[in-house]
């Protein structure tokens, strides 16, 4: 993990700039860190299922017991992005020691809520948990906003797609 607390402002005015807060995340964070999850995933995939409010991949309850857990076993890198309203984003990755694995690293998730989007709050994200490292991740083949960043971010798709939860077509990017 890169530095373990900065302050990012790409396309922000320095005051906004100050505004956002990049750090590692503590146990404390676990709820904030799981209703942005749940928000993020209800912003960006609701369309994916009949009904959001019904499904279990949008319940904050259970991403609230979910992170506690990930945060107590450090099963992730975890940084968030907060202003002065809480959490507005998290990233994790993680360590691929699998043999045969594609990078030695995974960016497992990068969420942002959507009324952060194009703050700066998701490149700070990325900046901090992963750097400029080699990784792997993947993304719903229907999400142009995602593949537009992590394409500015020099990760490519390297041809594995799969399927995850709601989201029927996902694929690999790499650098």
Known sequence: MTPLAHRYGRDMTERDAAAVVVRPATLDDA?????????????TYGRFVDDPDT???????????????NLEQATFGTV???DETGIIGFAAVQATDEPGAV?????TMLYVLARAHGSGAGQALLDAVLGTRPASLWV?????RAH????R???????ATSSF????ATVRLVR
């Open 31 to 43: 709820e904030g860190i799981a209703r942005v999850h749940a928000g993020s995933w209800r912003e």
């Open 55 to 69: 499904d279990p991949w949008f319940d904050v309850e259970r991403r609230i017991g979910m992170w506690r857990s």
């Open 80 to 82: 968030v992005a907060a």
């Open 103 to 107: 990078r030695p690293e995974e960016l």
């Open 140 to 144: 719903a083949a229907d999400n142009p």
């Open 148 to 151: 537009a960043f992590y394409r």
């Open 153 to 159: 971010n020099g990760f490519a798709p390297d041809g």
């Open 165 to 168: 939860g709601p989201i029927s």
